[in-house]
């Protein structure tokens, strides 16, 4: 089993930063990848960035380089730098693991909330 604790999350203002950090706890030799998905209220969940455990990055298109994925070299902590944060950034943030065994085996943090304000 692997336990994920998000924190970071809050209200800022638009052009401001958050960094919001993930970590793991438990079996964290299984993770393979780990990853932020965020959930606006009323619209679908969709995948912001994810790294791999041999340092690989993926980011969603639509954040134009604004958003920065990072791990601790023990990768037990993942970090998530958000920068020049829109109104459209608001979402609740939520850390994911993926084992060896695929997306079905995905573990889930509780989730943070990020705020910005029109």
């Known amino acids: 089993q692997v336990q994920l604790v998000e924190s970071g999350g809050g209200l800022v203002q638009p052009g401001g930063s958050l960094r919001l950090s993930c970590a793991a706890s438990g079996d964290t030799f299984r993770i393979m990848v780990m990853g932020w998905y965020r959930q606006a209220p009323g619209k679908q969940r969709e995948l912001v960035a994810f790294?791999?455990?041999?340092?690989?990055?993926t980011y969603l298109d639509s954040l134009q380089g604004r958003f920065t994925i990072s791990r601790d070299n023990a990768w037990n902590t993942v970090f998530l730098q958000m920068n020049s944060l829109k109104s459209e950034d608001t979402a609740m943030y939520y850390c994911?693991?993926?084992?060896?065994?695929?997306?079905?085996?995905?573990?889930w943090g509780q989730g943070t909330q990020v705020t910005v304000p029109s």
């Open positions: 994911y693991a993926r084992p060896f065994g695929g997306p079905t085996s995905d573990y």
């Open positions: 790294i791999t455990k041999d340092g690989r990055t």
